[in-house]
């Protein structure tokens, strides 16, 4: 198992060889003997990229991308990563949320835990590439209980990553939330999860435009009514 390997690490490594290069140009030219060839001499993330190449040519275990929510076309993306050969793909990444400490005027990069109001995205992207795309679809992030996970699944997941709420209540909370499942599945009369699998999608919904953009009207509208 490798490391995980960030941005970060292979920009610090683009930086570090720049500075090689450039430290004594103005020197005598023979200076530039002393620096090892780039041929034998790395320090950043290639022998992981190398590792990572032979292993994807040599098993054929399912390969799932993580992706985040910030494409201006997401469902473009899913499908070049699925022509890419891709079995699966994560909906979403949750992404570090600094935060300033207004004592000590210093950045607080502490980790929050996700909630359910953050089933959202992935319900509703997933719901969206279901019938697009001909891979396995995971949804993280917000999956806190049964309910939740019901939607997901509704909406189009072919399977559900809990973390956080596992975090808080402690890894036996699994047997309380998949025997809630079960309970729901036997009230509704659904034979399995597969059966329930897709069934509101997009495509399948009653009416998809509450997937759309146009949805955002209604939703205002509704508002506005419990409000008044």
């Known amino acids: 198992m490798l490391p995980s390997l960030f941005e970060e690490q292979i920009e610090h490594e683009a930086l570090n060889v720049a500075s090689l290069r450039d ?3 103005d020197s005598l030219a023979e ?5 090892p060839e780039m041929e034998t001499y790395n320090t950043g993330p290639t022998h992981d990229l190398e590792h990572v190449a032979a292993a994807r040519a040599a098993v054929s275990i399912p390969l ?3 992706i985040g929510p910030y494409f201006s076309s997401l469902p473009y993306v899913a499908r070049r990563l699925a022509e890419a050969g891709v079995d699966g793909i994560v909906l979403f990444n949750r992404f570090l949320r600094p935060d300033i400490d207004l004592d000590t005027l ?3 990069p502490h980790l929050e835990l996700s909630s359910s109001w953050e089933c959202g995205p992935p319900l509703q992207w997933i719901a969206i590439l279901r019938d697009q795309v001909k891979v396995s679809l995971a949804a993280t992030s917000g999956v806190h209980s049964a309910d939740d996970a019901l939607k997901l699944l509704l909406a189009g997941a072919d399977t559900c990553i809990v973390a956080s709420t596992l975090l808080q209540r402690g890894p036996e909370y699994l047997e309380t939330l ?7 599945l036997a009230d509704k009369e659904y034979a399995s999860v597969e059966q329930l699998k897709g069934s509101m999608s997009r495509l399948n919904c009653p009416d998809p435009r509450g997937y759309e953009r146009s949805n955002y009207g209604l939703a205002l509208v509704s508002f506005r009514s419990e409000t008044q």
């Open 23 to 25: 430290f004594g140009a």
């Open 178 to 184: 998949i025997g809630d499942v079960r309970s729901w």
């Open 31 to 35: 200076a530039s003997d002393y620096f």
């Open 64 to 66: 799932a991308v993580k």
């Open 106 to 108: 210093s950045l607080d």
